[in-house]
């Protein structure tokens, strides 16, 4: 089970107080989380990624094993680790300022 855990806004719109578990094929790519994420709570939908492009909104980050994985391609199979279930995949607000 890949655990993915989300800001307190999106946990809200999900009506989830927690990190949610999902199962998710392998191979275990960005694009299939948040596939199966949007499956599982259609009210996300829009929320993290562009309805039309399925590209990642600005102001939110993807990261896993302290690595931050939101420039690389959707299709690229996340850490291990993350695949195990070991480290959650963690969906972050971006933090603007000076």
Known sequence: ???VEMPFHLRR?????????????APVTQRRILDALE?????????IRDHGTLRRRDFLRFFACQQDLSLESPDTEVPAAVANGDEP??????????
């Open 1 to 3: 089970m890949i655990r």
């Open 13 to 25: 719109l999900a009506g989830v107080e927690g990190p949610v578990e999902l199962a998710v094929e």
């Open 39 to 47: 499956s599982r709570f259609p009210m996300l939908r829009g929320t």
């Open 89 to 98: 995949f963690m969906i972050v607000g971006a933090i603007a300022g000076g």
